[in-house]
């Protein structure tokens, strides 16, 4: 078997298949037989390599535990592309509605993109339980960072200011979410600004010069079944 991957027919001189290819650009494969003088139809296909998608499985993540919690570890599995928290780890009172509570949870960390400053992210997101979850952007770890979460029991969605042991609520609605539906999010950063989208419409914005770099981070409260999936970074610039 002989390929190419600039779209052109394979010849008796090109490539031979050996094993499994790394594909690492967007390109048109196209492959066929050629034994003996004998060439076979070409097969193929093109592959578009979306360079803001992140593997969400692998050694590019790092999960943070809030100490005292139950249980004392949470449970990050990634199955088909879903990244899904399946204990039921969190701290607090579970009975407070307070959408000012602070609600120390889970995160699990991507460490590639620490430092980042400016750019767009989005994921799609969805829980099986009806708890808290979310995502923790310009992150540097559990006690510095921002958090965009809903909660489907207490009705709210929140966008707050973790900073040592500043906690600080800086926008709400009562909106929450539907248990075992997919919502599309998409965050927005831009120096102070920060707007984050659901399904395509305005959720929750706010200007705050706090922190200005980070990563982000998966965020689960005591919310068994928290799935993530399609996660995509772009960096200004």
Known sequence: VRYTLDGSTPKADSPP??????????????ARVIRDGIRGP????????DRDMVTLSGHDWRVHDTPGAGPP???????????????????????????????????????????????????????????GLGIAFRFTDPQHHYLWAMDSQRAFRVLALKDGD???????????????QWYAVRIVLRGPRMRVEVDGEVDLEVNDATLAAGTFA??????????????????DG
């Open 218 to 235: 998966f965020y689960s409260w005591g919310s068994t079944g928290a799935r993530f999936r399609n996660a995509k970074w772009h960096a």
């Open 17 to 30: 298949y050996r094993g499994p290819l790394t594909i690492s650009r967007t390109c048109t494969l196209n």
């Open 73 to 131: 570890q949470s449970n990050w599995v990634v199955t088909d592309g879903v990244a899904a928290e399946m204990s039921n780890h969190y701290k607090g009172d579970a009975a407070d509605a307070d959408a000012q509570t602070e609600r120390p949870g889970t995160y699990r960390e991507y460490t590639p993109a620490a430092g980042a400053t400016d750019g767009e992210l989005s994921f799609d997101i969805a829980s099986d339980d009806d708890d």
């Open 166 to 180: 500043r906690y600080a609520l800086l926008a709400r609605n009562a909106k929450g979410y539907t248990r075992g």
């Open 42 to 49: 070409v097969s193929g296909g093109s592959y578009t390599v």
